[in-house]
């Protein structure tokens, strides 16, 4: 992972003006770094995060993993031991348009996680989801290789990396 300082959303989004993304301001913070900044990797699954914990297995490389839920406030897609997961194999953060648990754990942990909300119930485990393809949620057009920052302010994307 990158040690420069990541730019501050509000900076990207004054100096960038249209070229960047801004997403709905629907995510919660949960993870233990609130800045964080990476190349973006796309899964979509619903209520089913077997392919989270595979993809987090996997070398993150400093990305962020964005994961479309399809916004279900039914079962968590995260929760404390993949935000592990994500630490050990070097994963910047993860986005999740749905739920995670155990937010206690993922507070504690360094890594980015944002997510719409929290939910005690896990998920199923059936191995059924895409990735990397374009998805759109919370006002964003999301397609692999994009840059996500993150950070108090909330989420702004960029066709490529951003220096200010």
Same mark, same amino acid.
């Given at each position: 992972m990158s040690t420069t300082p990541t730019p501050a959303t509000t900076d990207i989004a004054d100096a960038q003006g249209d070229a960047v993304q801004v997403a709905?301001?629907? #995510?919660?913070?949960? *993870? =233990?770094?609130?800045? #964080?900044? *990476? +190349?973006?990797?796309? /899964?979509? !699954?619903f209520e089913d995060n077997t392919l989270v914990r595979e993809w987090l297995e996997e070398p993150g490389e400093g990305a962020v993993l964005v994961i479309d839920g399809g916004g279900s406030a039914r079962c968590a897609l995260v929760g404390g031991n993949l935000g592990q /997961?994500? !630490?050990d194999n070097g994963w910047a953060g993860i986005v999740v348009y749905g739920q995670v648990r155990d937010s206690a754990e993922l507070g504690a942990q360094?890594? *980015?996680v944002m997510? /719409? =909300?929290?939910?005690?119930?896990?998920? !199923?485990?059936r =191995?059924?989801?895409e990735r990397d393809l +374009?998805?759109?949620f919370a006002d964003l057009r999301l397609r692999p290789g994009q840059w996500l920052y993150?950070?108090?302010d909330g989420i702004v994307v960029a066709e490529?990396? !951003?220096?200010l």
């Open positions: 709905a301001p629907v #995510f919660r913070h949960y *993870g =233990g770094r609130q800045r #964080f900044a *990476g +190349p973006i990797r796309i /899964l979509k !699954v /997961l994500g !630490v360094n890594i *980015g997510a /719409l =909300g929290t939910h005690p119930r896990k998920s !199923v485990k =191995g059924v989801g +374009p998805v759109r993150a950070d108090e490529e990396a !951003v220096s």
